[in-house]
């Protein structure tokens, strides 16, 4: 059985649950100090983080929309030095702080039904003086979906990647277009495929779904500046499959490069928007799958 949910000119088909607590919710708990680092889980980039090193980040972070289906789930944590004044140090420090763990909640109580640790690092590790570290693993997830996601589709790194790369910015520009102009009907057409999945993954209702979606419309009422897409790198994720451009610059390292500035109860704020790219089949035109 599947529902049906309008929002203007988007259309999302769900399934209703037969068994709700079969819902679980993963998610990767983190505590690091003293380097920065990016998290992936089937080599989509859940989580990441680039600052000084005198802080301590504790988080946590859904991972679902990484998951495709049940079954064994590929994660890998990649440490970097750590940044001071505003410049990032040659090497890792000899102590850092590292504790990573991923978890199963069920959604309909919120229960833990599974947990794993992943990395545990509180003080002395054998990678200090290295430029980076790596650890990675696996672990199971059970949910009650199965979705295509970029399981199928192209294998971008074999393509011209001056082409690609063209492409790619073009349809990143076309992107933050929609905000600029704020053009309801042309963002829908491009958050229809990553919305209908995104529905699943987090196991939404109709009323849970109708607000996630308002909140695009609800930025249209904001007077905001979007900003021109500069300083970026490609990057390829899901073994190839998935393109993005990703800011250089810090402090804004590994950020979307779709942004805009709106004045905040404490000045300007920045605001940006996720955007990962696929190509559904050969010669199909990009499209935004997360």
Known sequence: MRSI????????????????????????????????????????????????????LNTSTPINDAILKSGTQHWKLVLYPSFKDGKQLSALPEKIKVVAEVEGLRKSDGEQVSNVELVHIDGDHPNASKTEAVYEGSFEAKVPYQLTGWSKSVNLQQEDEK???????????????CFRKKDAGALHRFIQHKEEE?????????EEAAAHLSEYSDDFKLDYTVLPIEKYRLRFYGNG??????????????????????????????????????????????????
């Not at 082409?163 to 349809?171: D, S, T």
């Not at 393109?243 to 905040?264: C, F, I, M, Q, W």
């Not at 300007?268 to 559904?280: D, I, L, N, Q």
């Open 241 to 290: 499959k998935i393109a993005a451009l990703e800011r250089t610059d810090y402090p804004n390292t590994g950020e979307p490069v779709v942004r805009y500035t709106v004045k905040g109860p404490k000045g300007m704020e920045t605001a940006y928007m996720y955007a990962y790219f696929h190509r559904p089949g050969p010669g199909a035109k990009l499209e935004m799958i997360r």
């Open 163 to 177: 082409a690609l790369l063209a492409e790619l910015l073009a349809a990143y520009e076309s992107y933050a277009g």
């Open 5 to 56: 949910l309008m929002i203007g000119l988007l259309a999302l088909s769900f399934p209703v649950l037969a068994q709700p607590g079969k819902a679980i919710e993963y998610r990767i708990n983190f505590e690091v100090g003293a380097t920065s680092f990016e998290c992936f889980v089937n080599d989509i980039p859940v989580e990441q983080y680039f600052s000084e090193g005198n802080g301590t």
């Open 198 to 206: 995104m529905v699943k993954f987090f196991y939404l209702d109709k």
